[in-house]
């Protein structure tokens, strides 16, 4: 009923940018919390970045000053600018979202199906 896709993976050099979104669509009424993910080879999925309906951002120590999570709730989608890549930013990407598919019903989360980030030496 709710689909996520996320959208701007790609290969890049250390130091380099990448901006990441995420579109929800489908049975949508609203949006609470969305959310930027990402899971390593061999390692647990973390929390990168997190913004709140009003706006309110929180970061993954990791990545605070490098990476910047906004969103358009007008078209559903959250962003994630990445800047000054590390290698070990390689992962893949999942974007999260809270949301109603009806005015009374309960938030649900749900996932994407994840974006390749791998950065070069």
């Known amino acids: 009923q709710v689909q996520l896709v996320e959208s701007g993976g790609d290969l890049v050099q250390a130091g380099g940018s990448l901006r990441l979104s995420c579109a929800a669509s489908g049975s949508v009424v609203s949006i609470n919390t969305m959310d930027w993910y990402r899971q390593a080879p061999g390692k647990q999925r973390e929390l990168v970045a997190s913004?709140?309906?009003?706006?309110?951002?929180h970061y993954a120590d990791s990545v605070k000053g490098r990476f910047t999570i906004s969103r358009d709730s007008a078209k559903n989608t959250v962003y994630l600018q990445m800047s000054s890549l590390k290698v070990e930013d390689t992962a893949v990407y999942y974007c999260?979202?809270?949301?109603?598919?009806?005015?009374?019903?309960?938030?649900?989360?749900?996932w994407g199906q994840g974006t390749q980030v791998t950065v070069s030496s």
């Open positions: 999260k979202a809270e949301v109603k598919t009806t005015s009374w019903g309960n938030w649900h989360g749900y």
């Open positions: 913004i709140t309906h009003d706006g309110s951002t």
